[in-house]
Structure formats: structure tokens, C-alpha cells
């Protein structure tokens, strides 16, 4: 196609230009995140994500904690702002330099660094963009004075949220119980799946077309619906909140898409080597374990990671049928009403939380994407 | 298990706790106990929990969730509840008692709380329920109170503008005016929680209901004696709304109320200039407040006060989390007995957020003058009433009030959303 | 190494019957080529053999026993298919030891199955590659391979070489040739709708039209001798020419007198009563040659010319729409003929008459 | 026991169970209940083939009828009682619902959910797909668009939230109205719009979807009908819309309903985005409000989402028998 | 109705040069084939004159005007492709419309250009049926039908006929025959690798081959008179026979001994120097005739006939692995001479002698 005679470059340019945006626009909320992740709780209210790469000028206050010293009737406070208890850890990445400073919330950037400023009441403060401060009271202050300032800070990283999420207590726990409430969800569905969309495509028997049908129809079934019931169920037969249930659970929910998606790809594969396989002397098993299973390959991936990627990401049908005991929370669970239950407005925590949570999909993602792609290729258009 | 006090240390009451020691040996027991409690809080119950291990040998294992009230509607449902729920509103509890999921406390239960709770007749009757066969009784356990009628603020700014603490509403009123007329931003308000959006709104109203009707009518309230849509409760919506729904009062506008999560909302305070000088909020927001904030010294707060004119005293709106035992046993029952000694408050006390009712408690415990005062308008509460809507039936209490609140907030007339709110109580009766 | 026995076989798919009557012995060591127009049921006759389609009536043996139910396997039969049916996902090897394995062979039966495979289609270089990386010649090869491997009683092919290229076809082609030769023993079964192939391979063509059998014979007798006015028209290319005419003298050697004006003179013979009747009479025009006159069979202007080399083709002007074009094929080149009106004779062992489609020869 | 090792050990149960049964199932049907010997082997091994095709369905049968089918059955009944389930009221859980403001909010939110994401996500697929296929770094443009299906919805609302939230230190949105000056405002209170903000979600992450699909289904389109559009004079947008979108109508049919099933069961985004305020509740997240406390109500609204997408149920399964016959 | 010039065109895909150095004149009329062995490059050739791909060097003028850079679209051609590429959603009618619709002509114009040729095509009944309704043959008339419709200056085809079965493949070229009759001006160019389609249906032919042209010429010209071995074995099929052997005498004539005992006599002339030198000899097996001796060009024993009916094709036995194996087609049917000891000869005119690959005649 590149290839034709007389094409505008101008159109190339078009098409290069609103794939660029159209990824941009698909990439920032998600960059958004990543950026937020490495960020502590007060720097996300305080700037925006797409200053973080930046300084900013913030405004901070501290107390003048250093030791009072009197002179002449008066009482002097001599200190480096950058190094008083409140915001040392604020800037424990480098120096920094004040622009302005102040004695009251209101006007905290009142007076210009470097200068020297008349509070009232006898009181002078002087504050060098460096930090250095000298305050000089007239009586002795009963608690050390505020002192407001405003001063560019540089762009901070911080790994602590990933810290905070990936050592919670549990994490580990959870991580594992995510893995085994995932794989075995993807594989049994695909297991049964596959037999079934076999016995659906190359197999002759009465009912065929009617359950076909059935598998369609079932695939709008709202999951909802049947978390009731099932937990019922699931209780009545002695099987109750645990992973073989939650497994059953995911196999139950993910099957129409898998039989549809594994039947339609398996009619594709071409007859003539199925029958060949049959003269070749395989039974039915041996046919589908050898031949066909190989050659779905493709389709299984598909489903694969459309299966993983649900499972891995569900909470819903987690919470319904694993036990709420800590030691058999999965990672979303343990997130979302663990971590974001007592950290809910650390913005930081949400993100890395998220980030956590999604690298595992990424990687097997991108891992499978080859067969993805040719597995739905086959699989949908028919 | 490393016990955060060094039993014979401190101030707390270790007769109680030895005398319990003594009493139970239930070594090699264990109890599940669920509740809403996560991080920080979770790590602090776990401190309690240890003493109690230490005392009877058994083990605990406390697992805290969000959303605890689905979990463990789901875990009863499935007959996999723990030995003990800690339930953050009576009304699923009293929804699981008719169940016959709870097992009763006993009437000795119920007669210690008498005893033992400040406004103890209070206590029983919000703790029993009708069971299973309609008959009532003691089913859970009050423990860990929390007072909401508190408003935030910082004392320095404050003293920058020369602002008093008001001790009357009228005075309160006053003051939100003079801010906004020295040019600034009085209340940081909001009401944003996720799938819980607009309950910060419903603890505004009980308290307003509370300041302007006496605690009869807020009890019919809460039964539904009267209707939702009374005039008495527009008019304490519309009490709420002269603070919120005035864009010059509220940080960011009326508007802005709604979407803000209540989490966020009191980072205002810390913000220079302020965005706001107060911030309505029970005891347990210091949790968000940024990181290093001291209470006391950074931040401090009053109690939200009352009409002058109303003559209704000092009336306090409170919630609190409650104990009950979910599938029972031996170790179960003796961790109930174990709420009710001393030590099991003071322990919790002598760290942080954590009032109560229990006079044996030793108010000396408590860390700071902050946990004392608390606890102070606790005791000296005339009136202590429960969050209404925690009281209320799930689809009106964390459902309908909830809604209607936010639809208030962006716009809509407190008769409508009354209206709405009482049509679908009556649906559900 | 076996024989075929077809009697009354039929198959119907629902209402549809798509054979019927279908009788018919093969031989120990013969191979049989099915011929037919696309649609009459070749393949669907031997998929029925492969027991790969049941059959829905009549009996079909194989050395004697009823395998009207047999499963593919158990029939000791292989089969080529068309689309060469490789597994995709294993080598050349796992391809050919794929019917072993499941059948337990032991390791060096089937390592020795494979070599004497290999060698004989000279495969060796190959094996262990996948089927993705041969020519489509390669690929033919190892689906024969894999069906020498199992020895069985009967090979079954359907149209194994229409996916080649011209060039390798006439070459693989002449590998199978040489394939029946060495396994002279081994029973061929060979589904085509190449002509060629047909002749060149066949030791009985047998030509499937209508649902039924039209006629079994070796190459050359349905060459030579067609039974009926298709068979006739099937073999051969291009197609025998039919003329239109009537007996007018009978016996020995029978005379038509045609439509176009023309006579024909051929040996078949025919019986008094035929006199007078209608017939076709059938010319191939390979074995039409010009003639000076005034004695012609057929007569007319040339239309089109195409000048192979070897051979020309004429196409002659079409009266009406009546009747099939008539094309002579004469041997060298003849640029000039085309516009020209041209007189056609033939030897009259080569003339065949068509009595209500049926040949005179075969009543 | 050692939780890593207690993993492998249940997952090696679960999947090695689930592989025992096939493989033992069809083992013992053909050594022990009809085994390929005897006079007449042929006549065994086909009456084994008539039951294999049973085993080979029968745990999938039965998981999809225990998980699915007998769920939606058992709902139906039981949202014809009454709150707690012991006296039966006919419609009256649907007569309720019907009445009640919220619930057509709900259902007209819903019914906009449905018409509007597949159509955009489909869409918008369909030009990425298009747009990528032709680019040297169209894979890498096609997984960052993808990227979004590998976050939970859950995941994804938070990330959003960094681009709505009315604070311009936090929302994109008003951080670039701020920097012309204009108020903050909050796009989840915007009436009617706002529930396209919260779509905007859904359609981010669904497109990722539909163009992986897409693309490979343009990929499928003969080359040559394209080169034969481009002779004919055909310029890009008539080649697109005129000749490569009507081949591929079958996937874009598909795509469309899997979108569209998908919306009739996401009730995350809405849940934690706004919690069905603001007017932007749609039926799953008002389900949800139900579930626990009235399953009456809770299931009747399941049926009603059920009743939405009937037609497009009824579709498919038109389309599977067509395909079959 | 327009001629084609390339010079110098050149195509190379990166490093990979495809084509180089073609250089061709296609007149006002004429129907030019190109031939040449898969992979030559045919399709890329015309592709290239499509507009489809870019070319890589030289420059290609259609009426006099240069077009390297101009959009397909503009070069007033039409293509047919192997596939057909007909829209499958399009009904036959809207197949053909499209390109005029693109076009903005009337909708009068647009029907009467379709019922033109839908007559010409004979597809009126199937107007309104989509595609996939349509048997092959039809679905390529439709393809050729849609190239009518736009009236182009050049008709373009690539290997029109190759998904064809035999009996519509000798139709549909007949077909494509008699179009082109019907429109003299129109100046087709058709690529194919089917030698009977090229040699019956071009005016010229060019053969490609190792990414330049090998010869051009009328068909019987290739046939006849083949410029180098490859042309020579490339026309024709069975292949020309090449036999090795040392020239013996030289002139107007050229005698060859051939390595295999045999004396060839050809009509092509050769110079002293030529005297001694290795050349090739070449005779197509349909030249190659019986003899009873002694005076032989080919003497070996029979390996295997093939009986075509008409034809009986001779394989001879190779000796070791040297050479082609030699093929003579003796017409008539010959069952007795396999495994006979043969010998054969033919006339002078039709032995070609080729030194160095290249024909004695071309130098
Ligand atoms: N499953 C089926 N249902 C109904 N009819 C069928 C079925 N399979 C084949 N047929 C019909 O049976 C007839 C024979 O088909 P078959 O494939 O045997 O023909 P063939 O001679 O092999 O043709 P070709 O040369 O094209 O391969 C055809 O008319 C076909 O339509
Ligand atoms: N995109 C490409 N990149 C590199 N090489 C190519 C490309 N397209 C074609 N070729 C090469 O160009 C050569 C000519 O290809 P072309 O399709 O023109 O051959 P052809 O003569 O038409 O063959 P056939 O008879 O098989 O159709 C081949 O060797 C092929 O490998
Ligand atoms: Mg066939
Ligand atoms: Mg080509």
C-alpha cells in the first residue's frame, strides 16, 4: 500500500499526526498515574502531575525551632529555615532557594528574601534566600513563632508509595492468592472451553445447533444476577467461600466467550487435515489433544488473556466467593478496601495501587500480544 | 506478640487485666474477627486484641475490610461469618439479629452496660434488637465511640485574624460571616466517599436536627414516626444549607461540595493563605490531615455548638462501632468479657482516637489534653444521640439520605428531596 | 494389497441422493482413477471408501469384509488429500511417525518406516523441517509419505496434485507413476479431474456422471471406444466435436449423412433397422485432416485460429446457436486457414456414432 | 504451610483435576465400557463416539447451566417476592421500579450507555486500526491504545479522576481552564453531559479492544479489492467507508455486541466515579444498591438489564444458526 | 487506445533489485503477454505500470506522457486481477457502477455503460446478484466487465484465468479472445504462465526472466525461433529436448555430434570459428520422429510411455545423472515401445543449436 504511485506525503503527515494525538490522548490519564505514583500525598494537592518534572514555587510554613538565645533584652531565634523540623524532610533532596517569606498565613510571601521585615510589636525577621533566618522577639515566645515562606522546590520522586503498597501487610499474600485464583481460572475455562468448542465444531450429535444457541444466548448474562444464588449454592454443596468456588465461579462466568471464541476459531482449521488425522488412526482425544489443541493455540492466547485480564482485575466476584479473612484476600480486594479503605484520600497510594496492579496484565499483554491479534483474526471474522 | 504498654506500667488498670488473666485459660483457641478497620486503626485494635492473648493464650485474627457491611452480609449468607463482627452501624446488625445470624450478649450484658456506660439506658437500647423470633434482646456490644459534633481549625490562623472559639451557633454564624467579610473562605465541606458520596451532609443535619428539635422528635425521626418530609427536618436540611450552599461560605463553591471527597476536605485548613478556617468532622479525621500534622498544636478543634435560643443544652451526635458475636464459641464470649474490663478501653485510649462511655476508664491514660477534652464533650454531652442515618433502614440511612443529601447540595429543594426520601421509606415498610 | 468390492452403493445427503447404484470391483495392485464433472461425486465416493462419509446404502468390502461401519482407522487405508492436510505444527518427521505413534509402534519400527519413506520420495533432507518451509511439491511428497509409512491396503488420493503448478505437476505426476511401479502390489484409488493425470496414471479410468458409474474401462478403450456421447466429450481436450445427422447406409461400416452437409463414413457397425435414424456422430479434432474434397465430413469457414507451435487449433464459425462449436486441431502451423472455408475428413476408425447418446459399439 | 507452595499446590490440583477427568473419562469409555475389541470393533468404537461428544460438553454444559442458566431462572422467580423473599407480589418488584424516579434516570442513563460507547468505542477502533495499520510504529501506537483493557475499572476510574477533579492541581481538565482563566468547573455535575464523562471512561478503555479486533479483520480484506478501489479512482475516505468497512461489517457486528454486552454489566466506573449521583446512575451500579438489601428489587433490575439486551441476544443467536446451516 | 513505452524501468525493493534495464514499446492495439517462471517479476512489471507500486528507475510513458508519479487512478487503466477482487458487497451491477460513480458520471451514462457491457459479457441475468452467487467464470467476466465500463486506455491483467478450472479456462480465454477482437484499438497487456493462454492469445510476447527481458516476439517467433535456451525451454511443453555434442561441420547448415552417439542436422547457419565449439542442441519433442536408422539424432531404450490417446509421450532412460531427461511425442498411440531400444530423428528445420545458451540464428 505504501507502495502505490503518486500518494501525498501531506496524507501521510495526516495520518502520522492523528495517531500521535489520538495516542497522546490515550496516554495521559495513564501517565497521569505513573507520575502520581511517585509522588507523596502533599505534593499531588499541591501541583499538578504535569509540574511534577518541574520546579515549583510552593509556599511552606515552619517554626522557627532553634534555640532561643537572648541579647540585650531581646530574644533571637538564628537558624536555617531549610533545616527546621517541619520541612527539613521537604527538602532533604537538595537546596533550594526562598523568594519571599512572611509571618502570617494569610500573606505568607509578604516580604521579599534577603530583606529585613518589620513584624510590629518589636518583632524583625530576616530571612536570606539561602535559608539563614534570624527572628528577633522582644519577649520570650511561648511556642517557636511561625515563620511562612515561599520557595522554588525541585521536582521530587519519591519510591515510598510503591514501598508503602508492595510491603503492606499481606501484599505478598495477596499477590499469591491473586495468582492462584488467576491461573487456574484462565486454564480450567480454556480446558473445558476447548472441549466443548471441539465436541461444538467437529463433533456430530443430536442438539448441536440448540446448545450452540444456548452458548450465544448465555453470554449476555448479567454476572450480577448469579453471585446470589451461587453462593447459596455453592454453600448448600458444602464447597462454601474458597478458591475451588471461586474458580467454579470464573470458569462458570467466562465460558460462553470461550466456547464462542475456541468454536468459531476451530471450524476454521481446515477439515481435511482432521480427517486426515482420523484415517491416521487417532481417536477423538488424541485428535483434539494433538491436533487440534495445537493448532488453536492462537485462540486459546486470545482467550487467554481476555480471561486473565478479567479474573486478575475483578473484585466483584472476589469478594463474593473468597472469604474476607486477610489470608485470602486477592490484591484487588487487599487494595481496594485494605489499602484505599484507610488511605482513601492519598492520592499517591490510589496510584501506585493501580500501577501495582496492572503491571502484571501489562507484561502478559504484551507477552501475548502476537497471538492475540492472530487468534481474533481467525476467531471473529468469519 | 509484643504488648504496646508493659503490663504494671502506666497509669492504666492492670487489676482488671490480671484479674481477667486469671479467669481464662483458652490456649490454643483462636477467633476470626472482621470489622471495618484498616491500616492505621486495624494496627491499633490489634493492639488491644493483644492483650487479650496474652491474658487467655487464645489467638486473634482480625481481618478489617471497607467494606466490611457487604462482606459480612456475604460471609453469613455463606455461613463462613467469623466468631466476632464489628459492626460500624446497628442497623445491619439489627437486620442480621432478625436473621438470626447474631447470638444474643444475655441480660447480664445488658445490665453491665446500664451500669458501667455513661447514659447506659441509652447504650442498651440502641445495642438490642429483635431477634429471629421477634423477641428482644441485648445484641451487641458498644465499643469505641466517635463524637461528630466537632469542628476543626487551626489555632494560628485564628489568632492571625483575632477569631474567638464561638460558643453559641449564633456565634458561629457570626463568625462565617466575618471571615467571608475579611475575605476569606470560612468551611472546607465535603461530601464525596466513592459509592458513599453525601454521608458527611447526613451527620450535618443530625446535628442541626439535634440544635433546633428536641431529642424526642430526633428519636421519631429516626423510626419514622415522623415523616421524613417534616418540617422539622427541611427546615434542619436548610440549617445545613445556610453553611453549604452559600458559594461565599464553602471552599470552591456550593457546587464544589458534592464532588469533593471528604478525605481531601480538611487539606484546606493547612493551606497558605487558608482556604478555609473550619472544617465539620468527627474524631477520627486526623488521619487525613497532611502528613506531621500535630493535633493540638497545628490543629485544633471546638465543639459544634448549639442555639443559645433554643434552650436545648449541649446536645452531641456520636457513632460508634459495635461487637457482636457472629458464630459463637468459648474464646468468643470470653472476648466480650474482655470489652468489659477497663484495660480493654484504656489500652486503645492511651494511643489514639479512641473515646469512651466506660466510666472505669482511666481518662488519664489518654495521651493528650485533645483525647481528654474529646472525651470531656462526650461525658458532659446533655443529650448524646447515634448517627440517625446509621439508625435508619440501609436503603434510607446509606442509601436515600445519602443521595438526597448530594442532590440538595447541586440544587434541589430540601421538600423535594425529603419527599423523595420519605416515598421510598414507605416503600420498604 | 487388497481388493474393493462396491455393490449398490448410494449416497444421499437428506433428500439429496447424491450416488446411487454404484457396483464396482477393484483388483489387487490396479489403480483406479475417478473422472467426472466438478459436483458428480468423486470425492464423495471416496471419502465414503475412507469411511470418512457413511454410506447410506449397498456394501462396500475391502478383501472380502463388510466395512460399511468401520471407523477410517480400522479400514487400513490412507489417503492423500488435496490440500495436502499436513500438521501444521510438526516437522516432516512427526508428520509421517504421527500414524505410528498412535498406532504404538515401537521407536525404530517407526525410525525404520520413515527412512525407506524418505528415501523413496527423497524426502531425507527434509525431515526435519516444517511443512511451512516446502514447496508445495515437497508438501505433496510427505503427504504421500506419511500414507507409505503406514503400509496401507489401500491408497486413496483426491486430486493430490491440483494445487501444483503446471511444471510440478507433470514432475510429481510421473513421481506417483513410478511410485505404483515399485509398490506393484499396493491398490490405488485416484480422485482427478485432470485428463492427463487420468491417462497417464490410470490402469482403469473409472468416469462418474449423473450420480451413477458411465463407464469403466482403461484409458485407451474410453479413448477409443467411449460408451456414451459424454464420455465421449469428457475425454479428450479439447472436446470430441458432435455432428448432427442420420444413418443413411448401415452394416459393416455405417454411413451418416450430416446436417452441415457433409458424410461420414465410420467402421462402427450397425443393423438395418437403424436406417433413417438420428444420430450423432462423433469427430475428436485431433483426428479431423484437411481435405481437397469433393468427399468431406465437414465443411465450413474458419473463425479463429490459435497457433500452439506443435499444433493449430481452428475454430469454425458457428451456424446459429445451434450445436457445439466445432474445433479441428491440426498438427504444425497454419497461420493462414483463419477466414478461409476449409473441407475436414477423418478416418472413418475414428469416427464414432452416437445412437440417443449411446454408442453403436456397446449394444 | 509455606503460602507459595500452597499456591502451586491448588493451582496443580485445580488444572491437573480438570485435565484427570477428560483424559480418565475418555479412557475408560474406550478401554472398559467400549473397547475397540471383539467380533465387532467398529460397532464399539461408534457407539463409544456417540457418547464421547457428552463427556467432551458435559463440564461445560454443566458449569454454563449450574453458573448461568440456573441463576437467571432462579432470579426471575425470585424477583416476583417481596423483600425478603417469603410472600410472593407478581410484577409488583417491576411495578416499583418503573415508579420510581431514580430507576428511569437509571434505565434512560443506561439505554444512552448503550447507544453511545459501542458506537463510539467501535468507531473510534476502527479509525485506530485503520490509522496504525498503515504506520511503521503502528504496533507500538496499538498497544499504547490498548494499554487501558489491562487496567480494572476500579484502576481506571481513579486514573480519570486525575483528569476531572475540580482542583486545578489535580484535574487536567480545569488545570488548562485555570490557565485561561476559567473557573474550575466540576464535568461530573454537569447534567445530561456528565454521564457522557463517565462513558468517556468506558469508551477509553473499550477501544483498545475493538481496534485490536478490527485491525485484524482489515488485515483480512483481500488486498486486491483495495488495489481494485484505488484503480477505480477511489480516494482514501471512499477506499475506508466504501469498500473496507463493508467487508468487515461481520466484525464490527460482533465488536459492537460484545461492547454493548460488556456495558450492561460495568457498574464500577459509575459506582466510583459518583456513586450514581448527579443524575448519573445506570441500572447495574442502582442494582447494586439493592443487592444484599432487597433481592426482590435487586433481581427484578438484573431482568430489566436481561430485557435491554434480549434483542441483541435474540441477534446473536440468529446469527450462530445461520452460521450453522 | 494507447501506447505504452518503458525505458530503463527498474524496481528493487531495499537492496533487492527485482527488474532492471526493461525497456519495451507496446503499440496502439496490441495485446502483449508477458510469460516468464514465478518470482520473475510479471506481476510486479505490470503493477508498476498500474501504478500499484512505485518504480524504482527509469521512466514509463502511456500516450507520450511520462507517469511515473501519477495515482493509479489517473493513468486511465484498468486491471483484472487472478482473484477477480470483485467488491463482495456490492451487487455485479454495483461492482461495475463503482469506479463511474466515483467518477460523478450520470447516472444515464452509468447505465448505459453497464448494459453494454453486461451484454458484451452476457451478464445480464446475474446484474443483481452479489459476488459470492457467482460461479468462477462468471465472477471473472464481472472482473472484466468492470474494466470495460471504464472505457481505459489500457487493460491490464494479471493472470486472469489461473483460478479456473481447465473446461472455463479454455472458455473464458475464447472469450477474452473474441473482446479484444471486438475492440481493435484497445491495447491489453496479460500476464500469465499458462503457454497455451500466451500463445493463443497474444500479439506479442515477452518472456522475463532473472529480473530482465529474455525475448520478445509473436508467439510462433518464440516458438520457432527462440533466442536463447531459456525462451526455448520455457515455450512449449513438454520442454525442448537440449542434447549436449561438439559442431562437425559448419555453414549454411550445422552438423552436431551429439555426446550420445547421435548426428543432428540443422538449418541454422554457423561460421568456421564455430567449428569444435560445445553447443547445445535443441529439438521439442513433438519434432523428434521414429526412424529405422542408421542415420539417428537419438537412439536410447523407452523407461515409461505415457498414452494420451492422441499423443504418446516417450520418457527415455537417463544415464546417470547428467542432462534433462529427453522427451519425444510421437502422435498416435504406441503401447509396444516401452522399454525398446528407439531412435529418432528430425528435421533440420526444427533443430536448434544454441552456443553458450544463446541461439546460433541471433548473433
Ligand atoms: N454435506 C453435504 N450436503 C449436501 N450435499 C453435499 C454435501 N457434500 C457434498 N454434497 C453434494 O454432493 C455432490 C458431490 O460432491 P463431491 O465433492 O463429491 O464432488 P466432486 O466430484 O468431488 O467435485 P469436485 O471435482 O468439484 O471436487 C455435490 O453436488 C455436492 O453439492
Ligand atoms: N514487497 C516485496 N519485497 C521484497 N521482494 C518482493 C516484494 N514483492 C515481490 N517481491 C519479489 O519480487 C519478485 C517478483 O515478484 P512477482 O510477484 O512480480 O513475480 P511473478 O512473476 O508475478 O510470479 P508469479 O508467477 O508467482 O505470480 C519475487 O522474487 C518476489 O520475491
Ligand atoms: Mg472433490
Ligand atoms: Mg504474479
Known sequence: MDNIAGKKSGLTWAVNISVIVMVLLWLIPTVGLLVSSFRDRDQISASGWWQAPFSVELTYATRASDPVVTDEGAYIIEGNIFATDEVAASFAAGESTISAFGDTGRNPAEFPAGGQADLGDGEILTVQPNGDYRYVLPEEPRRPPRIYFEAETPPEFTLDNYRTVLTADNMDRAFINTMTVTIPATIIPILIAAFAAYALAWMDFPGRGLLIAAVVGLLVVPLQLALVPLLKLHQAIGIGQSFLGIWLAHTGFGLPLAVYLLRNYMVGLPRDIIESAKVDGATDFQLFVRIVLPLSFPALAAFAIFQFLWTWNDLLVAKVFLPSADEAKVMTVKIADDLLGSRGGDWGILATAAFVSIAVPLVVFFAMQKYLVRGLLAGSVK | QNLEFEPGSGEFNWDSFDQFAGQYDLSGQSIEITGPWTGLDSDLFTSVTAYFEEATGATVNYSGSDSFEQDIVISTEADSAPNIAVFPQPGLASDLASRGELTPLGEETADWIRENYAAGDSWVDLATFAGPDGEEQLYVFPYKIDVKSIVWYVPEAFEEMGYEIPETMEELKDLTQQIVDDGGTPWCIGLGSGAATGWPATDWVEDMMLRTQPPEVYDQWVTNEIPFDDPAVVNAIEEYGWFSRNDDFVSGGAEAVASTDFRDAPSGLFQFPPECYMHKQATFIPTFFPEGTEVGLDVDFFYFPAYEEQDLGRPVLGAGTMFAITNDSEAAQAFVEFLKTPIAHEIWMAQSGFLTPYADANPAVFPSDVQRNLNQILTEATTFRFDASDLMPGEIGAGAFWTGMVDYQTGAGAEDVTGQIQDRWEQIQ | MAELTLTDVKKAYGNVTVLSDINLHIDKGELVVFVGPSGCGKSTLLRMIAGLEKISGGELKIDGVVVNNMPPAQRGIAMVFQSYALYPHMTVRDNMAFALKIAKKSKEEIDAAIANAARILQLEPYLDRLPKALSGGQRQRVAIGRSIVRDPKVYLFDEPLSNLDAALRVATRIEIAQLKEAMPESTMIYVTHDQVEAMTLASRIVVLAGGGISQVGTPLELYEKPQNEFVAQFIGSPAMNLLPGEIVETGERTVVKLKGGGTAVSHYPSQQSDMGAKVNVGVRPEDLIETPGPEYLYRNTVDITEALGEVTILYFHQEGDSGHQVIAKLPGIHKELRGRDVMLNADPSKVHVFLDGKSLLYR | ?325
Not at chain 4, 93 to 98: G, H, K, R, T
Not at chain 4, 105 to 112: D, E, Q, R
Request: include cysteine; glycine fraction near 8%; hydrophobic fraction near 55%.
Open chain 4, 1 to 325: 504451610m509455606n503460602p507459595i507452595f500452597q499456591g502451586v499446590l491448588t493451582i496443580v490440583i485445580g488444572v491437573g483435576g480438570c485435565i484427570a477427568y477428560f483424559y480418565l473419562s475418555n479412557f475408560i469409555l474406550d478401554r472398559f465400557i467400549f473397547p475397540a475389541k471383539g467380533k465387532d470393533p467398529g460397532k464399539n468404537i461408534n457407539r463409544a463416539n456417540q457418547v464421547r461428544p457428552w463427556l467432551f460438553m458435559f463440564p461445560a454444559v454443566f458449569a454454563l447451566g449450574l453458573y448461568l442458566a440456573y441463576p437467571v431462572v432462579g432470579s426471575f422467580w425470585r424477583s416476583l417476592y417481596n423483600r425478603s423473599g417469603d410472600e410472593f407480589i407478581g410484577f409488583g418488584n417491576y411495578a416499583n421500579l418503573f415508579a420510581s424516579d431514580e430507576f428511569q434516570t437509571a434505565f434512560f442513563n443506561n439505554i444512552l450507555w448503550i447507544l453511545f460507547v459501542p458506537a463510539a468505542s467501535t468507531f473510534l477502533g476502527l479509525l485506530a486500526a485503520q490509522l496504525t495499520d498503515k504506520l511503521r510504529w503502528g504496533n507500538i501506537a496499538k498497544s499504547l491504545i490498548f494499554m487501558p483493557m489491562a487496567i480494572s475499572f476500579v484502576g481506571a476510574s481513579l486514573i480519570w479522576k486525575f483528569v476531572y477533579a475540580v482542583d486545578e492541581d489535580i484535574g487536567l481538565i480545569n488545570a488548562v481552564r485555570d490557565s485561561f482563566g476559567m473557573e474550575p468547573l466540576d464535568v461530573l455535575q454537569i447534567p445530561f453531559w456528565n454521564n457522557f464523562f463517565l462513558m468517556v471512561i468506558l469508551i477509553w478503555i473499550q477501544t483498545g479492544f475493538a481496534m485490536v479486533i478490527l485491525s485484524a479483520a482489515l488485515r483480512g480484506i483481500p488486498e486486491e479489492t483495495i488495489e481494485a478501489a484505488i484503480i477505480d479512482g477511489a480516494n482514501p475516505f471512499q477506499l475506508f467507508f466504501k469498500i473496507m468497512v463493508p467487508q468487515i461489517m461481520g466484525t464490527i457486528v460482533v465488536v459492537w455486541t460484545t461492547i454493548t454486552v460488556l456495558v450492561l454489566k460495568v457498574f464500577d466506573i459509575v459506582y466510583t466515579m459518583t456513586g450514581g449521583n448527579f443524575g448519573t446512575d445506570i441500572l447495574p451500579s442502582y442494582m447494586m444498591s439493592f443487592m444484599f438489601r432487597d433481592d426482590g428489587r435487586a433481581t427484578a433490575v438484573a431482568f430489566v438489564i436481561m430485557i435491554v439486551v434480549l434483542p441483541v441476544m435474540i441477534w446473536n443467536i440468529r446469527q450462530a444458526r445461520k452460521e450453522l446451516r
